[in-house]
């Protein structure tokens, strides 16, 4: 397709950005934008290796009930009111008891968190996923299936038994029909759990190889990380997908 004269999805995004910085610059007092490195008392993660290692020890953190509650003040509420950096973006399940921001000890302005049932996604959360990575660097890219996921036992039913689930939810049930075939194929003892890890796997694969992502991957400047959430312990398990 000819495309001269229609400028790419990632320069609309970042010109967008760029021109959107202007304007508030232009419309703001005296008072000085915070810097990146000014935005956290510890320095932004620059690889996908140590954005993931900072996530799993606010995870231990969280385990232990060793808790930081790091940049959660109004102090840092002002800070991010002018310029944000989160160091991940977060795709999880909208269940009540995986909040990312808790389970990771992390703060406000640290993460992009996109919450759906059963972490399916479709184009516009595929594009929120992207929008950290693509125009401001964003190292690390998490999904977070969970146990005793819900939304994932519903479509199993759904799926298993042939019956459409009542309004919208069938769309869910709909998107997760591809990890359903596959924990068929596994078997197990809990093929709902099977199928929970089976989502995680895939979506987080998805997103690795896709058109926009794909090339922050190879590069080493992204990772896609798959990951599961236990409700019992609060432990994060790594999936696939582990930056070396």
């Not at 790091?70 to 399940?93: G, N, T, W, Y």
Request: glycine share 10%; net charge positive.
């Amino acid at each position: 397709m000819d495309t001269a004269g229609h400028p790419d999805r990632r320069t609309l995004l970042v010109g967008g950005l760029a021109g959107a910085t202007i304007t508030l610059a232009g419309c703001s007092s005296t008072k000085a934008v915070p810097t990146a490195s000014s935005l956290s008392p510890e320095a932004r993660p620059a690889s996908p290796a140590t954005a993931l290692a900072r996530l799993m020890e606010g995870n231990k953190r969280w385990v232990s009930g060793d808790l930081r509650h790091p940049d959660r003040d109004p102090d840092r509420r002002q800070l991010v009111a002018q310029q944000q950096e989160p160091f991940a973006a977060i795709l999880s399940c909208i269940d009540s008891r995986v909040p990312p921001e808790l389970l990771y000890d992390a703060g406000l302005g640290d993460l992009y968190v996109m919450r759906t049932g059963g972490t399916t996604v479709g184009p516009v959360v595929t594009g929120s996923v992207e929008y950290g990575p693509m125009t401001s660097g964003t190292p690390l890219i998490v999904v977070l299936g969970h146990q005793r996921c819900g939304a994932v036992k519903a479509a199993y039913d759904s799926l298993r038994g042939g019956k459409s689930l009542p309004g919208n939810l069938q769309a869910i049930a709909q998107a997760l029909r591809p990890a359903y075939r596959q924990a068929v194929r596994e078997g197990g003892a809990d093929p709902v759990e099977t199928m929970t890890r089976a989502q995680v796997k895939l979506t987080a694969t998805a997103l690795r190889s896709n058109h926009d992502l794909a090339p922050l991957v190879a590069k080493g400047t992204l990772a896609v990380v798959g990951a599961y959430y236990s409700l019992d312990t609060g432990k994060v398990e790594v999936l696939n997908g582990t930056p070396s």
